[in-house]
């Protein structure tokens, strides 16, 4: 069992930058993907990103490869989630969930085991 841990929300001007970090709280993240997610109040959880913790294979939700960059730090045990030019719609609960999603199931929130309490992204416009 892995409890994922977020850390790094806050309030962002339009066009700046944040780090959002996952740290396993118990075990590691060694043979799982870790993903994160993000909802907005009134819609759907969306999928941001993800990362296989060995081979480090990425995935990106649409529209956020440009500016969004997910990363793992093995001596730290930390996924780490770098969003620069930041909209106000990126505004939201962030989420990093660590699961065993099949390979075309890593944007499917289902496929996901265990979910962090999440952390509030605010952006001003």
């Known amino acids: 069992q892995v409890q994922p841990v977020e850390s790094g929300g806050g309030l962002v001007q339009t066009g700046g930058s944040l780090t959002l970090s996952c740290a396993a709280s118990?075990?590691?993240?060694?043979?799982?993907?870790v993903g994160w997610f993000r909802q907005a109040p009134g819609k759907e959880r969306e999928f941001v990103a993800s990362?296989?913790?060995?081979?480090?294979?990425?995935f990106y939700g649409d529209s956020m490869k440009t500016r969004f960059s997910i990363s793992s730090d093995k001596a730290k045990n930390t996924v780490s989630l770098q969003m620069s030019s930041l909209k106000p719609e990126d505004a939201a609960v962030y989420y990093c969930?660590?699961?065993?999603?099949?390979?075309?199931?890593?944007?499917?929130?289902?496929?996901?085991?265990?979910w962090g309490q999440g952390t509030q992204v605010t952006v001003s416009s």
């Open positions: 969930a660590v699961g065993r999603p099949s390979y075309f199931g890593v944007r499917n929130a289902a496929e996901y085991d265990y």
């Open positions: 118990e075990n590691t993240f060694s043979r799982y993907v």
């Open positions: 990362i296989n913790w060995n081979v480090g294979l990425t």
